[in-house]
């Protein structure tokens, strides 16, 4: 294992990662996992209560993923989408269609490229329609939508966003309804629509100049799982609406179930002009993401000029291997009826949580499908990586975000790993040097 980490020190960059913090605290040598479970080289056992970054949805080594990846291995493992078609490709699109009533799949292979290519059809359709000059962004403060150079112009993370300011597009941020951040005795929902006032502010005076307003629904994770009513998404629907602004809803981490329904939107009865996917879409396989649009988009790219077309491309666009994967994920939510299965897990789980809830550090409280988070009222500098490092002598990943500790662990998780998970945050609550 030694080898396996100078190795990895000497030839791998790591993400998000200061190399230097690798010496005191070198990653995991994982060999194996085993549903929610990740095992190192030396056999030690670590649940994976962050779904590895979000993206796993029902385990490692899921026996009915591997066997459709391993069947269409046998088939044709990729094959350029210009020119070309294949049958899980186009099955995939049909059932995402089904499911957001959105009909038109673009595809990428990470999150970041979906915000690219839902920003890029966006300002492409004003354009068509003869209003260039509709080609602004908004997101809300503190929003995440990925970090390549575009995606980063509508992202709201300083610490992600500071050094590369002078490569960013600007953009305007709006207040987050982000429920913690209520003025005492106010509502969830009363400041949702207060925040929702500033945005019509907004557009009242830049529709003309605005393409569209890009949101994580529900959940703005990556600003340490800030949670919201949906009655802002309910109003942001209806003021895109009044003002012409297409709605972008970037469901890469909450989409597929993890808020407790497929689609964060459908909770707020909206349907947005573009839905984000990634993450969870291959239950944490391969890199898959996909762009869904409507009929009225899809139209204005029609036509017999070949620069009115929608001109992006990936080279691994609409992978079948990994749209493979979606269908099997797809087919275990449909086979297994996830989300009422996972509305049980939700309850029973915020009920094995609720000892941590009541801790003395710990405020907000929060908790949305298969999501739960607090924030510790004491967390001090270096506070996410003790704790990680203490979660990992307990034997569970988690990686709190700034003083924000949360689990998003995969849905085949049970009762009984859910207690370990719990007891692991009851002791390093329990830690004050944590
Ligand atoms: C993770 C994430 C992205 C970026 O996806 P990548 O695959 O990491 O590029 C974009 N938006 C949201 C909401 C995310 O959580």
Known sequence: MDDLLSRTRAAVWHPCTQMKALEATPPLAIARGEGPWLIDTEGRRYLDAISSWWVNLFGHCNPRINAAITDQLGRIEHVMLAGATH??????????????GLGHAFYGSDGASATE??????????????????????????????????????????LFKCTYA??????????????????????????????????????????????????????????????????????????????????????????????????ACEQAGIRPDFICVS???????????????????????????????????????????????????????????????????????????????????VRHFRHLGMIWAFDVTDAGPGFSSRFHQAALAQGAFIRPIGGTVYVMPPYVTNADEMRSLADTIRVCLADPRI
Request: proline share 5%; hydrophobic share 45%; with cysteine.
């Open 87 to 100: 049958e899980p490709v186009v099955a995939l699109s049909e059932r995402l269609a089904k499911l957001t």
């Open 117 to 158: 290519i839902a920003l890029k059809m966006s300002a492409h359709f004003w354009r068509n329609a003869g209003q260039p000059e509709k080609n602004g962004f908004i997101s809300l403060k503190n929003g995440y939508h990925g970090e390549t150079v575009g995606a980063l112009s509508v992202t709201d993370i300083p």
């Open 166 to 263: 002078p490569l960013l597009r600007h953009t305007v941020q709006v207040p987050t309804p982000d429920a913690r951040l209520a003025e005492p005795g106010e509502s969830a929902e009363a400041f949702a629509l207060r925040c929702a006032d500033a945005l019509e502010a907004h557009l009242a005076g830049h529709a003309a100049t605005t393409a569209a307003f890009i949101v994580e629904p529900l959940v703005q994770g990556a600003a340490g799982m800030a949670m919201y009513h949906p009655a802002y998404l309910k109003r942001a629907r209806e003021l895109c609406t009044q003002y012409r602004v297409h709605l972008i809803a970037d469901e890469i981490a909450v989409g597929f179930g993890r808020t407790g329904t497929m689609f």
């Open 279 to 361: 993450k969870g879409i291959t239950g944490g396989y391969l890199p898959l993401s996909a762009v869904l649009t409507t009929d009225e988009v899809y139209a204005a790219f029609y036509g017999d000029a070949t620069a009115r077309g929608f001109l992006h491309s990936h080279s691994y666009t609409g992978n079948p291997l990994a749209c493979r994967a979606a269908l099997a994920v797809l087919d275990i939510f449909e086979h297994d009826n996830v989300i009422a299965a996972n509305r049980v897990k939700s309850a029973e789980f915020t009920g094995v949580l609720a000892e941590a809830a009541a801790h003395p550090r």
